[in-house]
């Protein structure tokens, strides 16, 4: 029997069923990042950006994570770096996904700091996961990660986690300036989630590095090939007719 190959992304029934995993992936990974800052100890480098931005303008924590991913999406195009459909559905849904989780606020706020530590712990694991599932789409990655990737091609001599560093740096300094939750929960995002996606990984047998992932102008032309051929079979059978 043959294996399924999701990541063979040359027909439209193909990718629609990747972008609906794409899409499910990142809705929970939103449910995810909702537990990390639910933890109340302070919320990872790139959710204090969007905190400190929600914060400072008065608007929801998702709108300033979109303007926050329209901007670094801007900058991978700048840098001519590739761009996938999947990394337009991240830059919206994750975002939106945590101010829904906030509306209906399921989950309590700990009264302790190990039951916040474990909450934060189990939000990240929970991003670990349905980041395998959203790169296994194979639709293309984030846009930080894009960002990542793009840095450290100009940054040649300065190894790829300097650079990480860096970035992630960056972010949490000017979200804390502008007001967001800095604190041992932010830490303890910067140096665990890594770990914890490698062992999500690990654990489901999924090997990163093997994907390769579709940018949007391949998956525009599988899409108007389908339409081309769909419209030439139609009009040769009107001519036929």
Known sequence: MKKLNLSDNKTVSR???NFVIATAALFFNGFGIYLTMKAGIGAAPWDVLSLGLSKTLGILYGTASIS????????????????GLAMIIDAIVVGKSVDFFNYINPVPV???IPGSI???LLGLVIIGYTQLFYMRAALGCGPRDTLLVGLKKRLTRIPIGAVSIGLLSTATLIGYLLGGPVGLGTLLCAFLQGPIMQLSFRSLSFDATGVSHQRFSETFAVFASAFKNKHGFSAGRRKHA
């Open 118 to 120: 474990g909450l934060l």
């Open 15 to 17: 990718i629609l069923l």
């Open 68 to 83: 926050v991913s329209i901007t670094i999406l801007i900058i991978d195009i700048l840098m001519k770096e590739p761009i």
């Open 110 to 112: 700990p009264e302790t």
